[in-house]
């Protein structure tokens, strides 16, 4: 972070469990798509993942960190009491967001986490959502735009994360088109520089906010060339990208 000026991070964790292993095993063995999708399967989230990695590193600079736990909502009936202390124990250890992934959840929004984003409301009111959002494909279950709009609807006053918001140009303009909602903000990592382009075009630059997905997906010097080489952006609008919007939305949490 400091090579690369960054000056406060969102952090969370990263699933540990088999899935990567699989992977590589699959790959080995050519790739095979059938193989690949029973790694992929198998490595799906089942448990709440381990969040004492996120602990230490905020430890180290606790002005610079917001924590952000990564919470499995498909819970066996007999966890979820369980499932939900702990989830409790680490919003009143300073965790102020909550992650959910389309793909390793394989979950229907806003169907399946009504009951935690229900929660976090009751909870307090604000802490902030960060869906992991990829189109549907035949690897990812992926979340629709119109799941998301539901998701807006149903719950107002819930501040929304996009993530991977202009993943494929595609994605970004459904994405622009639909999802201009006050609840709603858009964040780049994994996405294409024009993508991000049109969205600051179709719903304005201050509901986009930079992110990096490092080190799990992409890195910091990438992710941030994408935001300072895109054309005919003033560089106030994207210092705004890089750190106001952001800074703004996360002003008000613990």
């Known amino acids: 972070m400091d090579r690369f000026n960054v000056e406060k991070a969102i952090i969370t964790t990263i699933n540990r469990l088999k899935y990567h292993h699989k992977q590589k095993e699959a790959i080995s063995q050519g790739n095979n798509v059938t193989k690949f999708m029973d790694g992929f399967k198998e490595g799906m989230l089942k448990d709440q993942l381990d ?55 394989r979950i229907n929004i806003p169907k399946d986490i009504v009951k935690l984003v229900s929660f976090m409301q009751e909870f307090d009111k604000n802490l902030i959502l960060y869906i992991h ?37 595609s994605y970004a303009m459904e994405v622009g088109m639909t999802l201009n909602y006050e609840n709603i903000f858009f964040e780049t990592s994994c996405s294409v520089s024009f993508g991000i382009y049109n969205l600051i075009k179709m719903i304005g630059h201050k509901k986009i906010l930079f992110g990096s997905d490092s080190p799990t997906a992409s890195t910091l010097p990438i992710e941030i060339e994408k935001i300072i080489t895109l054309p005919r952006i003033s560089k106030e609008i994207k210092q705004d990208i890089l750190f106001n919007n952001v800074n703004h939305l996360l002003g008000n949490v613990n």
């Open 51 to 105: 969040h004492s990695d996120v602990k230490v590193v905020a430890e180290k600079a606790p002005d610079r960190f917001y924590k952000f736990f990564w919470f499995n909502p498909n819970i066996d009936q007999e966890k979820e009491e369980k499932d939900y202390q702990i989830l409790e124990e680490h919003f009143k250890e300073g965790f102020c967001g909550v992650k959910i992934h389309s793909g390793f959840h």
């Open 133 to 169: 959002s990829l189109p549907k494909t035949s690897f990812f279950k992926g979340v629709s735009t119109k799941d998301l709009v539901n998701l807006a609807k149903s719950f107002p006053n819930l501040r929304i994360i996009v993530g991977h918001a202009a993943n494929t140009m």
